[in-house]
């Protein structure tokens, strides 16, 4: 609350509370300004449009910066979303599409995501392909036929006739081989690797383009070094994501064969590695002298532990167990692993006998590999699922376990994940360094180190130096943080260089040049902040106040007239307006507005209210 303090009389008083009121105007807006600059996203949507040429629907959405974005496809029902990073919509805009577009539009704030989007979803009455561009500051989302064509690529059906129909995995000492079957040769794909974050494993993608493949599961289970594989929809193709079983990425292949792609991926060779490590420590044991083994032994707990790295080396790191089996019936054996580890295994009608074992403290995957050894088997693992055949045999694995299966459930996997890759593709590594730097020093400015958060913002904008908003920001700081006007003004200006309509930054600069007494640039900057059809409150009163110190008084009435129209009458246009009446010496007027204040209903400080009552009951000079 601010604090006013007026002497009881005269037009003495009325000076003193003009030069007051002055500064407390002044200090309002720029606190504003600053709150305005520092809430602002870096995007704004500025205009939403739409028409129909022939079969396609074009869709421009129009920002004042280039926007990062994502685009993705769900169904029942058939709709595209489009998320745009750190983006708000314009004031009052209300995007609203013709109805002859045949699409429904909807937008949402996703202030809960990381970064912060807003979110367009288009309703369709049914699924068409699309694709999405960016022109300048502009997205353009195409849709139906000819989608393709207007993103530059060859035109497409709404069902595309390349069709995956198969993903096959396959391991064998030292490799996992994946192996992608189409109906016909696979050109247009690409792959990337995207590292390890928090929880997330390192992964491996493929995006193959113009294909479907409904029939395909939507994750399988793998267990090697490759945990999972998923697949989701992305516009007329597929995104394939292959999740590492660490935040190590494995190393891996990628190459083309008959109708299809294999990737092979470089497995640790267990027997090997672990005969490596006992061949090692033999050789080590046959340069020591001879100790003897009563004299010194290891804890319980130090046993333990070189246990568990000995198996975490060979890449056995399932749960523990102990068994002790005489003469037990093979099938016997399988049901018990199917208790510890909670999989499925399913056991060839090929396989028999019996076994005598006796292990302690091992893994059940360990244990397991010796009885596949000892009794000649293989095993196959897919889909949660393992089965344990003779090594003679193989295993056809079903193509089609589910038909009409939707990838609505694991599109958020390929949202989240193309929104990092867009993100990605689309900003220079400067820029990410920037947005680096633009955090620290908001840590910085929410300590109240505002010395520290602007030459962290002063960094950023070295980097970025296109970023308008971010010249503002910097010049808000200087201006009602640091107190240094000419700084201030310096920064507005980088900010209008940038972005000529940037109002807010035209403020800036008007009112740090008025506090140096650079009069003639201050008016050319605040009638610059006010040149837009809406311009800010801020603006209007921060002129208004400028002007009555000019003595300026009927500009300053019709700006506070243009904020009472825009924005309705508040305490400070109220007061400012009876000031400047008893400054023309139109003291009727002023008690007629004096008095309008004490009704209107605001919250008035005491001395303020003291002071109006005060001044009501003066009689006016002649």
Not at 387 to 412: D, R, Y
Not at 435 to 451: D, F, G, M
């Amino acid at each position: 609350m601010y604090h006013f303090s007026f002497p009881a009389q005269g037009r003495l008083g009325v000076r003193r509370i003009s030069r007051l009121a002055c500064l407390c105007l002044m200090g309002l807006s720029l606190l504003a300004a600053q709150a305005m600059a520092a809430e602002e996203p870096s995007t704004q949507i500025t205009e939403v449009s739409g028409n129909r040429d022939n079969s396609a629907i074009a869709i421009r959405i129009s920002a004042d910066a280039p926007p990062t974005f994502t685009s993705y496809e769900l169904f029942n029902p058939a709709r595209i979303v489009l998320d745009i990073a750190e983006a708000v919509l314009s004031p009052g805009l209300q995007p609203k599409l013709a109805p002859e577009l045949g699409l429904e539009l909807s937008t949402r704030q996703l202030s809960d995501a990381n970064p912060a989007m807003l979110r367009f979803e288009f309703t369709l009455a049914r699924s068409l392909p699309f694709s999405t561009r960016q022109h300048g500051n502009d997205i353009i989302l195409t849709i139906g036929q000819g989608a393709d064509s207007a993103a530059g690529t060859p035109t497409a059906s709404a069902a595309p006739e390349l069709l995956l129909n198969d993903i096959s995995v396959t391991t064998s000492p030292g490799k996992t081989t994946v192996r992608l079957q189409a109906n016909g040769e696979l050109k247009e794909y690409s792959y990337d690797v995207l590292d390890s974050e928090g929880t997330t494993p390192a992964r491996m993608y493929i995006d193959i383009n113009n294909i479907s493949g409904d029939s395909l599961l939507q994750e399988q289970i793998v267990g090697t070094t490759l945990t999972r594989i998923r697949v989701a929809r992305r516009g007329s193709g597929l995104r394939l994501v292959f999740d590492s079983a660490s935040d190590q990425l494995f190393p891996f292949t990628v190459q083309p064969v008959a109708n299809g792609l294999e990737i092979v991926i470089d497995e640790p060779q267990e027997v090997d590695q672990v005969s490596s490590l006992i061949s090692e420590q033999s050789s080590i044991e046959s340069q020591l002298p001879d100790v003897d083994p009563l004299a010194r032994r290891l804890s319980p707990q130090a046993t333990a532990k070189q246990m568990e790295d000995a198996f975490n080396f060979s890449g056995y790191n399932k749960e523990r167990i102990t068994v002790d089996f005489y003469k037990i019936d093979l099938h016997n054996v399988f049901r018990l692993f199917r208790e510890v580890s909670g999989i499925n295994i399913v056991v060839d009608e090929g396989v028999s006998g019996s076994l005598t074992l006796a292990l302690d403290d091992v893994p059940w995957d360990f244990a397991l590999d010796i009885i596949l050894n000892l009794k000649d088997l293989t095993k196959e693992e897919r889909f949660n699922t393992l089965v344990i055949l003779p090594k003679s045999k193989s295993f056809a694995w079903p193509k089609q376990a589910e038909n009409n299966i939707t990838f609505e459930t694991n599109i958020e996997v390929a949202e989240q994940e193309a929104l990092i890759i867009r993100q990605q593709k689309s900003l220079s590594k400067e820029v990410i360094q920037a947005k680096q730097l633009i955090a620290e020093a908001r840590k910085a400015e929410k300590s109240e180190n505002y010395e520290i958060a602007v030459s962290m913002y002063e960094q950023a904008l070295v980097k970025w130096p296109e970023n308008s908003n971010l010249a503002n920001r910097i010049a808000s700081t200087y201006l009602v943080r640091l107190r240094q006007n000419a700084k201030a003004a310096f920064y507005a200006r980088k900010a209008l260089a940038a972005d000529p309509e940037n109002s807010g930054a035209a403020l800036n600069a008007a009112i740090a040049l008025a506090n140096m007494q650079e009069k003639k640039q201050a008016v050319e900057y605040f009638d610059q902040s006010i040149s837009t059809d809406q311009p800010s409150r801020e603006a209007l009163l921060s002129y208004a106040v400028f002007s009555e110190e000019q003595e300026e008084f009927a500009g300053a009435l019709v700006l506070l007239s243009r904020h009472d129209e825009l924005y309705g009458q508040t305490l400070n246009s109220m007061i400012a307006t009876a000031r400047i009446f008893d400054k023309m010496g139109d003291h009727a007027l002023a008690t007629d507005k004096y008095q309008a204040i004490l009704f209107a209903g605001f919250r008035i400080p005491p001395d303020l209210a003291k002071y109006i009552k005060t001044r009501i009951t003066l009689k006016p000079t002649m």
